[in-house]
């Protein structure tokens, strides 16, 4: 039996620079991260419902939309993730960037049942679009957006990870341009000044669950990461240059525990500011 939620709620954010032209100023993102392959409605209805009543411009994917688990993905065992990304890219572009899951099921020194590839082409197919260690523009008259997916090695996840520092710019083939709005897909919180150093003006994150329990005005118990009360586990975190914003994402693995922690869609909304700092 597939874990199964029955609400979700939505989070919406304003993020506004001088860097956004006017033509995106309202544009809107969807923000969905850690599926984990589970079902929040009846085939994922809510979600669905919840994006279509919002009709969102464009839906970011920030990884982990599956659950491995060390024998890699078996088809029954990514079918929701399947069916809900295809029938999200008949409602707007999607953009999927992966995280720890994907990166352990296309590990080439892993034994899996199923290929990463096949789920990768389905999606690939229906029009989905992976920005894995890449970017892509976004164009709207003379204004651009760029949209980065960072694709980390699984040494930067997990209890006892790497420091990511200066790594970044080796991943990421071309720095960020300083006169356009950069978003960073980067599926761990854990790195979050490599990305700011690196660049991005808003950087979208998941991978803690929300801190997995949330109590009230403390917030999330424990990240998936197992560390305790994990400081930026869900909401919007100024940085030194930019932004960050964490979801607590839709879904669980392992363990199904969300406790006082609902499934989360996030909406960005970009807002133009001809006189203010690099984000507000
Ligand atoms: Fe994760």
């Known amino acids: 039996m597939p874990v199964k939620f029955n609400k979700i709620i939505t989070t919406d954010y304003a993020v506004s620079s001088p860097k956004i032209g006017r033509a995106f100023d309202g544009f809107t993102f969807a923000y969905l991260a850690d599926l984990h392959d589970v079902c929040?409605?009846?085939?994922?209805?809510?979600?669905?419902?919840?994006?279509?009543?919002?009709?969102?411009?464009?839906?970011?994917?920030?990884?982990?939309?599956?659950?491995?688990r060390k024998h890699g993905v078996h088809a029954t065992e990514c079918r929701h993730a399947l069916d809900l990304v295809i029938r999200l890219a008949e409602l707007a572009p999607v953009y999927y960037s992966i995280g720890n899951h994907e990166a352990r099921w296309m590990d080439p020194e892993r034994i899996h049942t199923e290929s990463y590839e096949d789920y990768k082409n389905a999606l690939e197919a229906a029009g989905v679009r992976f920005l894995d260690n890449r970017s892509v523009k976004l164009h709207k008259g003379a204004d651009m957006i760029r949209i980065t997916g960072l694709s980390l090695p699984?040494?930067?996840?997990?209890?006892?990870?790497?420091?990511?520092?200066?790594?970044?710019?080796?991943?990421?083939?071309?720095?960020?341009?300083?006169?356009?709005?950069?978003?960073?897909?980067?599926?761990?919180?854990?790195?979050?000044?490599?990305?700011?150093?690196?660049?991005?003006?808003?950087?979208?994150?998941?991978?803690?669950?929300?801190?997995?329990?949330?109590?009230?005005?403390?917030?999330?118990?424990?990240?998936?990461?197992?560390?305790?009360?994990?400081?930026?586990?869900?909401?919007?975190?100024?940085?030194?240059?930019?932004?960050?914003?964490?979801?607590?994402?839709?879904?669980?693995?392992?363990?199904?525990?969300?406790?006082?922690?609902?499934?989360?869609?996030?909406?960005?909304?970009?807002r133009n500011a001809q006189d203010g700092n690099a984000c507000i």
Not at 47 to 63: F, H, M, Q, S, T
Request: net charge negative; hydrophobic share 40%; glycine share 10%.
């Open 40 to 68: 929040v409605g009846e085939n994922n209805s809510l979600i669905l419902e919840n994006l279509k009543n919002r009709r969102p411009d464009a839906i970011l994917l920030g990884g982990d939309m599956i659950t491995e």
């Open 154 to 270: 699984l040494r930067y996840f997990g209890v006892r990870h790497e420091t990511l520092d200066t790594q970044i710019v080796h991943l990421l083939a071309k720095d960020p341009d300083p006169d356009h709005f950069q978003i960073l897909l980067a599926h761990s919180p854990t790195h979050h000044a490599a990305y700011d150093v690196w660049g991005a003006d808003l950087t979208l994150s998941g991978h803690y669950h929300g801190g997995q329990v949330r109590l009230p005005l403390i917030g999330g118990v424990i990240s998936t990461g197992w560390t305790l009360f994990p400081k930026y586990d869900m909401g919007m975190y100024a940085l030194k240059n930019g932004k960050l914003i964490v979801s607590a994402g839709l879904g669980t693995h392992t363990i199904p525990l969300r406790i006082n922690n609902p499934p989360e869609a996030v909406y960005i909304t970009l």
